[in-house]
């Protein structure tokens, strides 16, 4: 989700991979050892958590996620704890890093000390405040000053255990003074609205009587006011705390008012004195991207000249293929590109040039595709986002059933447990890999018409490379499709979405033998055994050394590189989407009561959307995909809850509250995506809810009125969710952090152009068929991104005049936006 700022949107996302924590500290029990997961939080709010790893002070959770992050944060924490089955799991330590400080640690291995876990350091939130210094004149005329404190409201304040029922207490600090005072507690909601004043005399009443307005330097600068917001919590605990700021009374200045908003900040010493090593320490990567995208006239000329890449001649001459060369990971240059073709429908043309450009640069056949080139990491992104439903609907059932079963299926004699029997492993296994074998081969008519149409052409480029090699049509397609999409989803199904977390270690191991299996099955060697390093395996292998493996292999090859003819819709199985706990408001039309709110267990499918009263129980409700009319957020103030959102349906809607910001974005994203087809979908809605006979939003009456809000456009490719413009400004931001590339390259053309002779060592890592096409290319690349750079350097700075620090979006305090503005200012790379 983009957040707006005249007229330029910024999004956020982070990938990170969890990868072990180590030297945990023993469990204070004779057993020592713990069960710990670790979560990650946007500040205070949980968006993931790992799986439990048992038994062990050096968790390896080997995990990945991403998410877009859809509103603004001041730290990424991970913390780790330890699973009591009778208590509450209690925290061990955990690691915030600042969002200014995220840059730092980009795409870099980086082993994090875990810090202490303290109440009185958790907090997130802004506060508004409002202080005014005015003159008193009392009875017998002397003159004292008070302070006016207003305290208006705050805003995101976190949830504790479930709950949020803030209060403020303000107080002034200076010598010999304990003047406090609270405001009243304002229930159920993390955004409260205070609007209450509080007096405090600043000044004593001094032998002097001037009627200036004049504040005592030495007096005021020893003051300080002190506003902490607390949680009113019904534990025999007490109150917990949710931060605080501290006001020096000089910023009154001359005028005596000042009006701002601040960041809550933690207690002064609250955390308690712990040496850092007794905790250990936990291994992250983190990459954090930040795109500011412009309206889509700024990326015209950028835009053009990728699209037009499949159509220069040669296509090593071209934009797209330029920004592979100069790219230090093919992938950095892969994932915009394809997501920027998939988006104008020019994947194929674009993938069929660079490979039919490879083909004809490889000299062996059985080395086709198998180098980390631009052609085989575009190909492996287009399946990824194009087969991604296809895959599901392929591998996840067989998946979840073996990651659920936990049949032994160990083939290694070394590795054999004394209660198993090698035999019987093997049968185990064998019957797993015939039934994905079986699955995959007859799933051809399912393989996405995109995926079939590059395959095709891969096909008939390698053939007519090698007309020799009879098998080379089927290898080239072969070499993606099982070696590349298939095999490492088996391997690692938590990365293909195929299950929610990394697999237990005996059923990866089992995954593993499974897709070593499958990858060899699939690449048609001619020596299958010698494939093989482990004995046991090649003799495992005997089991498919008939024909009619090889035939299955060859028949789905043929039918999935066979252009345009299959159509991915015609699925009628039911497949599994998504599921999960979320909380959801009865659908009558009863009064509002807190009754009305149940936990239920939700489960989307391709067919239906379905809740149940928990985890396995038979549905309660069940609405059709069809009768989902629109999919949309609900305004908070409805009742006073965060990431709610409404499913409508034709004669009412459900209203559902998801567990966080980020699986409330994925719901309503991939319920969007199931009804998008729906022949009555909404063109307007309600953004609040029907409560006592009206809607809160436009105040009408009747509860069947057509909505007063248009309901979120669909994007213009729906199936994929991509947005053109953010894709163009990632491949503006790569052409700028590599602009010396880019001139080395236009460097090695002149080279090229002017000796045509032995290449230089420093150019020869360039691939450049054409020199005067190619330099033509870069002059006009380089001129595009040196225009997106100008604008970006306007914006930034109009922005940095227009900032306002202590306005709402802004407060003091914010010391992400002081790095940031420092930051550009400083570097002409715009998207982190």
């Avoid at 081969?441 to 090698?466: H, K, N, Q, W, Y």
């Avoid at 236009?746 to 020869?764: N, R, T």
Wanted: proline fraction near 5%.
């Amino acid at each position: 989700m983009a957040v707006e700022e005249e007229g330029l949107r910024v999004f956020q996302s982070v990938k990170i991979k969890i990868g072990e924590a180590k030297n945990i500290p023993p469990y204070p029990g004779p057993n020592r050892m713990r069960d710990c997961y670790c979560t990650v939080n946007l500040d205070q709010e949980e968006v993931f958590r790992t799986k439990i790893v048992e038994k062990s002070l050096c968790p390896f959770y080997g995990e990945d996620f991403y998410c877009e992050i859809p509103r603004s944060f001041r730290h990424l924490s991970f913390y780790i704890f330890d699973r009591d089955v009778f208590r509450r799991d209690s925290s061990i330590g955990k690691v915030a890093v600042k969002k200014e400080d995220l840059q730092k640690y980009h795409g870099k291995d980086t082993w994090f000390q875990l810090q202490p876990v303290s109440a009185d350091s958790e907090v997130q939130g802004k506060v508004h405040l409002e202080l005014r210094l005015s003159e008193v004149i009392t009875d017998s005329g002397v003159i004292s000053h008070k302070l006016a404190t207003r305290v208006l409201e705050c805003q995101g304040l976190p949830i504790v255990n479930g709950q949020c029922d803030p209060y403020a207490a303000v107080s002034l600090l200076g010598p010999s003074r304990s003047d406090a005072k609270k405001t009243k507690v304002k229930r159920k909601t993390n955004n409260p609205q205070f609007e209450e004043v509080f007096y405090f005399e600043v000044t004593r009443p001094l032998s002097y009587t001037k009627r200036q307005f004049d504040v005592e330097e030495e007096d005021v600068d020893k003051l300080a006011l002190r506003v902490d917001l607390w949680n009113a919590s019904n534990l025999k605990f007490g109150d917990e705390f949710l931060g605080g700021v501290r006001v020096p009374l000089r910023v009154l200045g001359q005028a005596g008012v000042h009006d701002a908003w601040y960041f809550l900040q933690p207690r002064e010493n609250g955390g308690k004195s712990v040496k850092v090593e007794e905790l250990g320490s936990l291994r992250l990567n983190i990459v954090y991207t930040e795109d500011h995208v412009f309206p889509s006239e700024h990326y015209t000329p950028l835009r053009d000249l990728l699209l037009h890449s499949a159509n220069v001649e040669p296509v090593s001459a071209s934009t797209a293929h330029t920004l592979g060369e100069v790219c230090r990971e093919k992938q950095e240059a892969a994932i915009p590109l394809v997501r920027l073709f998939l988006h104008y429908g020019k994947i194929v043309p674009f993938i069929s040039a660079i490979a039919h450009a490879e083909v004809n640069r490889t000299q062996d056949p059985n080395t086709i595709f198998r180098g980390n080139s631009l052609t085989s990491k575009c190909i492996d992104e287009t399946m990824k986002l194009a087969g991604m439903h296809y895959l599901q609907v392929t591998l996840k059932p067989i998946i979840d059933e073996i990651c659920t079963e936990h049949k032994p299926c160990e083939i290694d004699p070394v590795k054999l447990k004394e209660s198993e029997n090698l035999d019987t492993n093997r049968e185990n296994l064998r019957q797993y890999v015939d039934r994905i074998f079986n699955v995959i081969t007859t799933s051809g008519v399912r393989c996405p018409t995109v995926m079939c149409d590059i395959f095709f052409s891969l096909r008939e480029s390698a053939a007519t490379r090698f007309q020799v090699d009879q098998d080379v049509r089927y290898t080239a397609v072969s070499s993606f499709i099982f070696l590349r999409f298939f095999a490492p989803a088996i391997l690692s199904p938590n990365l293909f979405h195929l299950r929610p977390h990394h697999p237990d270690p005996a059923t990866s191991r089992t995954l593993t033998l499974i897709s070593k299996t499958i990858q060899t099955l699939g690449s048609l060697a001619k020596s299958k055994s010698a494939n093989f390093k482990e004995s046991y395996m090649a003799a495992f292998y005997d089991y498919f050394n008939e024909q009619k493996y090889a035939d299955a292999v060859k028949n789905f090859l043929d039918l999935i590189s066979t252009s345009g003819k299959w159509d991915q819709k015609s699925i009628e199985t039911p497949i599994m989407l998504k599921e999960g706990f979320m909380i959801k408001r009865a659908q009558g039309r009863n009064r509002f009561g807190m009754k009305n709110f149940k936990k239920r267990w939700f489960r989307l499918t391709n067919h239906e959307f379905t809740y149940h009263k928990t985890k396995g129980e038979g549905a309660l409700c069940s609405i059709p995909i069809e009768n989902i009319l629109a999919v949309e957020r609900l305004e908070e103030e409805s009742f006073k809850m965060k990431n709610m959102f409404q499913v409508i349906q034709p004669e009412r809607a459900l209203y559902i509250q998801a567990n966080n910001c980020v699986e409330a974005r994925d719901w309503i994203d991939i319920l969007t995506k199931v009804s998008q087809c729906n022949r009555k979908r909404l063109s307007t809605y309600h953004p609040s809810a029907y409560l006592n006979g009206h809607w809160l939003c436009c105040k009408l009456s009747a509860d069947t009125a057509p909505g007063c809000t248009p309901c979120t456009g669909l994007p213009a490719n729906i199936q994929l969710d991509v947005d053109g413009d953010r894709e163009t400004e990632r491949i503006y931001s790569l052409f700028s952090t590599y602009m010396t590339k880019l001139i080395k390259m236009q460097e090695a053309c002149g080279s090229k152009s002017v000796y045509d002779g032995p290449e230089q060592e420093e150019y020869s890592s360039f691939v450049i068929d054409d020199p005067q096409e190619t330099y033509k290319t870069l002059k006009q690349i380089v001129s595009a991104v040196q225009t997106l750079e100008q604008q970006h350097t306007k914006y930034k700075r109009d922005k940095f005049k227009k900032t306002k620090i202590g306005s709402q979006e802004h407060p003091i305090g914010d010391k992400s936006f002081q790095c940031y503005i420092r930051q550009q200012s400083e570097s002409s790379t715009y998207s982190i």
